[in-house]
């Protein structure tokens, strides 16, 4: 039939395009929300929806025949609530409508309820004992039922036993949610709901000695007490220990007739019932105080009790421990005297019968409590280390020694340095303790180092104001620098945490700090500086002719040694002036130039001049005379001996001393003049002779000898011997002073081994 008035409808939608000239139509749908439920459209049934094209103004009717409908889903009720369209409600059952273009849709609404099903039991021979019931929505229900209820409503269950039954909860399912014996429900469906009842089994509950109570599902019970508990079920049995009875006795657990732990599950597993009984210990009431009161003890090797008030088992032991020294709440220290029980601070205690109260009694003792801001510090008690905060306890009246560490290295360039103690010496605290608290604080400053270099290395001389044998300086300080060119260095300017060109400057050492002084090279030729090649001699002036050295600090880039005849005046970028002539240069370095002077150059006060490349000329005075004897040393295992030789011409040594009798060759320069006149720049000649013209003398050990010759040594320049017999009466077996005497000047004294 559905499919004839489709057709029909099709049939008429045509008809319509056939006679439009006379007649206009209007499309219009009927439906029900939820879709495929019954109406009634001008008299014909419908279950689907319903589209039809109608005449413009004519009228039609719309009817619900069944308000309340099932057919669409298991256990599922649709009611109807009324007609609406694009306009809103359509009143009346039935409607009637006037086609209208502006309302193409007409609903039949309907309200959907879901079952609620109650499943008690299955019972197939009515009727069936009910076991209990179920309430819903405040009506109670005691059977197999369907109660509706609007889609998505929240219902909740709760459940009651009747007499020899007991509830023991829901069974789990969807849209459900069970809370205790409360089950919450969410109509988002047709639901079944299963309350699980159960026979009741009688349990009785005893302890010995009786009238004691247990706890039974959590509740606390005086016994003798009965219990209606499903079989099988289960349920939490437990101990409620300690407690008294009426007589004012404590009892402690001791065992259930089931074998379980003090609070354990029970589950009833015998038909008709059964008995569970607990047995309770004496016990006894051990009270715990302290003379002075709050005091901290350790019992059972817990020491944070909320008191020490305990009920323990008659006969049973425990370990209960007072500390030998304790510090109370305010911080005042106590000592262990005894306890009412005379055991000692630590003893096994054995509970007697009807229990007891213990005291433990202390004695007011000193309390040191040594604080510091540094965590951790680590001091000295009577020779005992101890990490701050650290409490010493002793008795009133006691001395005590403490020591601080007086520096503690933070990292290479800061430490903490002690900053001493009150009352105390250095970083020593020795002091009798009073009653009550004694505070000593160990602190400590921060010190900074202050790093200082010069460049080059050896150019500066520093003053520092404070000065610091370390380098370190309190971090509050500010530190003074002056520093002083050594001879030939000029102050350039600082670097690093200095700054400018002023030789003084001032650093605040808040942090370690590093300066740097710069300067810059220049020549530089000391006082006396222009002396006798040999080495330091009696006579302050240099001879005609002789080998000069020149003493200073940057007087050439590097050493140079030039050619032994013909000399050069000019080597490494070095001349020396003097008189106004370049004198021969044996050889040039920083800090020694070796040069001849020439044989006529005037006596009397001079002086000379040193010019290197890319230095400015340095100039020194020095005093000419006509003799300046020097005699050259040798250097054996750090000892200076003469430059002597033997006849064979080998060196005259402590392993190869003098021999009486023998002529010896003894050399130095600044002899004076010659027979023939000294050569400038050139070595002696083998011939003619240059002999020493002025009187010359020699003295060995004290004894004086004739020279047999003194002359220019020849292929040398400046260079000059003196030839001598070492007659017998100079001792032998010894290191022999001797030395020269020309023309009334001496020489310096060196040392001659003899055999």
């Given at each position: 039939m559905r499919r004839f008035l489709i057709n029909f409808a099709v049939l008429g939608l045509l008809f319509a395009a056939r006679v439009g000239a006379q007649s206009i139509g209007t499309a219009v749908t009927v439906r029900t929300i939820p879709n495929s439920l019954y109406f009634w459209v001008d008299g014909v049934q419908y279950s689907d929806n319903f589209a039809a094209v109608w005449p413009v103004g004519s009228q039609h009717t719309l009817w619900i025949e069944v308000p309340v409908q099932d057919a669409v889903q298991f256990k599922t009720i649709y009611t109807f609530t009324g007609w609406t369209d694009a306009n809103g409600s359509v009143p009346g059952n039935p409607a009637i409508i006037t086609a209208d273009p502006a309302i193409p849709e007409y609903d039949a609404n309907f309200?959907?309820?879901?079952?609620?099903?109650?499943?008690?039991?299955?019972?197939?021979?009515?009727?069936?004992?009910?076991?209990?019931?179920?309430?819903?929505?405040?009506?109670?229900?005691?059977?197999?039922?369907?109660?509706?209820?609007?889609?998505?409503?929240?219902?909740?269950?709760?459940?009651?036993?009747?007499?020899?039954?007991?509830?023991?909860?829901?069974?789990?399912?969807?849209?459900?949610?069970?809370?205790?014996?409360?089950?919450?429900?969410v109509m988002n469906g047709p639901t079944v709901v299963y309350p699980i009842f159960q026979t009741a089994q009688a349990v009785n509950l005893v302890t010995v000695p009786p009238g004691l109570q247990v706890m039974a599902d959590n509740v606390p019970t005086p016994t003798p007490a009965t219990e209606q508990w499903g079989l099988d079920t289960t349920h939490s049995v437990g101990a409620l220990t300690p407690q008294q009875d009426t007589s004012g006795n404590w009892w402690i657990f001791g065992s259930w007739s089931d074998g379980g732990a003090s609070t354990h599950t029970f589950t009833p597993n015998t038909v008709g019932g059964q008995t569970l009984t607990l047995t309770y210990a004496a016990a006894g009431g051990v009270t715990l105080v302290t003379v002075p009161p709050g005091l901290d003890l350790t019992v059972d090797g817990r020491s944070n009790w909320p008191n020490y008030n305990f009920v323990w088992g008659v006969g049973t032991t425990h370990q209960i421990a007072a500390p030998v020294q304790v510090l109370d709440a305010q911080g005042n220290a106590w000592g262990f005297s005894s306890w009412s029980n005379g055991g000692a601070a630590s003893q096994s205690y054995v509970v007697p019968a009807g229990g007891q109260r213990l005291t433990v009694t202390y004695t007011a003792m000193a309390h040191l409590s040594i604080t510091s801001p540094i965590a951790g510090l680590s001091v000295t008690v009577d020779g005992t280390a101890c990490a701050t905060p650290c409490d010493v306890i002793r008795a009133i009246g006691a001395t005590v020694h403490v020591s601080a560490p007086a520096s503690l290295p933070i990292n290479a360039t800061s430490r903490e340095d002690f900053s001493g103690w009150p009352g105390g010496s250095g970083t020593d605290w020795i002091q009798p303790l009073g009653p009550g608290i004694t505070t000593l604080a160990a602190n400590y400053h921060l010190m900074n180092l202050l790093s200082s270099t010069a460049s080059p290395a050896n150019a500066a001389s520093w003053t520092f104001q404070p000065a610091a044998a370390d380098g370190f300086y309190d971090a509050l300080s500010s530190v003074t620098v002056t520093v002083?060119?050594?001879?030939?260095?000029?102050?350039?300017?600082?670097?690093?945490?200095?700054?400018?060109?002023?030789?003084?400057?001032?650093?605040?050492?808040?942090?370690?700090?590093?300066?740097?002084?710069?300067?810059?090279?220049?020549?530089?030729?000391?006082?006396?500086?222009?002396?006798?090649?040999?080495?330091?001699?009696?006579?302050?002036?240099?001879?005609?002719?002789?080998?000069?050295?020149?003493?200073?600090?940057?007087?050439?880039?590097?050493?140079?040694?030039?050619?032994?005849?013909?000399?050069?005046?000019?080597?490494?970028?070095?001349?020396v002036t003097a008189g106004g002539s370049l004198l021969p240069l044996y050889f040039v370095s920083p800090t020694q130039i070796n040069v001849q002077l020439p044989p006529?150059?005037?006596?009397?006060?001079?002086?000379?001049?040193?010019?290197?490349?890319?230095?400015?000329?340095?100039?020194?005075?020095?005093?000419?005379?006509?003799?300046?004897?020097?005699?050259?040393?040798?250097?054996?295992?750090?000892?200076?001996?003469?430059?002597?030789?033997?006849?064979?011409?080998?060196?005259?040594?402590?392993?190869?001393?003098?021999?009486?009798?023998?002529?010896?060759?003894?050399?130095?320069?600044?002899?004076?003049?010659?027979?023939?006149?000294?050569?400038?720049?050139?070595?002696?000649?083998?011939?003619?002779?240059?002999?020493?013209?002025?009187?010359?003398?020699?003295?060995?050990?004290?004894?004086?000898?004739?020279?047999?010759?003194?002359?220019?040594?020849?292929?040398?320049?400046?260079?000059?011997?003196?030839?001598?017999?070492?007659?017998?009466?100079?001792?032998?077996?010894?290191?022999?002073?001797?030395?020269?005497?020309?023309?009334?000047?001496?020489?310096?004294?060196?040392?001659?081994?003899?055999?």
């Open positions: 309200n959907t309820q879901f079952a609620l099903s109650l499943s008690f039991y299955s019972c197939s021979t009515p009727p069936c004992q009910s076991p209990g019931s179920v309430m819903v929505g405040g009506t109670p229900y005691s059977s197999n039922t369907d109660i509706y209820f609007p889609a998505g409503a929240a219902v909740p269950l709760t459940a009651t036993p009747n007499p020899g039954w007991v509830f023991s909860g829901w069974v789990p399912a969807g849209n459900q949610t069970i809370v205790g014996y409360t089950d919450n429900v002083t060119g050594q001879p030939g260095y000029s102050f350039s300017n600082w670097a690093g945490d200095l700054s400018g060109s002023n030789p003084t400057g001032t650093v605040s050492m808040n942090v370690p700090r590093s300066i740097e002084a710069v300067f810059t090279k220049s020549p530089y030729i000391g006082p006396a500086g222009v002396t006798n090649a040999a080495g330091e001699t009696p006579q302050a002036g240099v001879a005609p002719g002789s080998i000069v050295s020149i003493f200073g600090v940057n007087l050439a880039a590097a050493t140079a040694v030039g050619p032994a005849s013909p000399m050069v005046q000019t080597l490494g970028g070095v001349t006529d150059f005037a006596l009397g006060p001079a002086s000379l001049t040193v010019s290197a490349t890319g230095q400015a000329p340095v100039s020194a005075s020095f005093t000419v005379v006509q003799d300046a004897p020097g005699l050259f040393q040798q250097s054996v295992n750090g000892q200076n001996y003469a430059l002597v030789l033997h006849p064979d011409g080998s060196l005259v040594t402590p392993a190869s001393p003098a021999q009486q009798g023998e002529t010896l060759t003894l050399y130095g320069t600044g002899f004076g003049p010659t027979s023939t006149p000294r050569l400038e720049g050139f070595a002696i000649p083998a011939t003619p002779s240059f002999t020493i013209t002025d009187p010359l003398s020699l003295q060995v050990a004290g004894v004086a000898i004739a020279p047999q010759a003194a002359f220019a040594l020849p292929g040398s320049v400046g260079v000059d011997v003196v030839q001598f017999q070492l007659v017998s009466g100079v001792p032998s077996g010894a290191n022999a002073n001797l030395y020269v005497t020309l023309n009334g000047q001496n020489s310096n004294i060196v040392v001659l081994p003899v055999q």
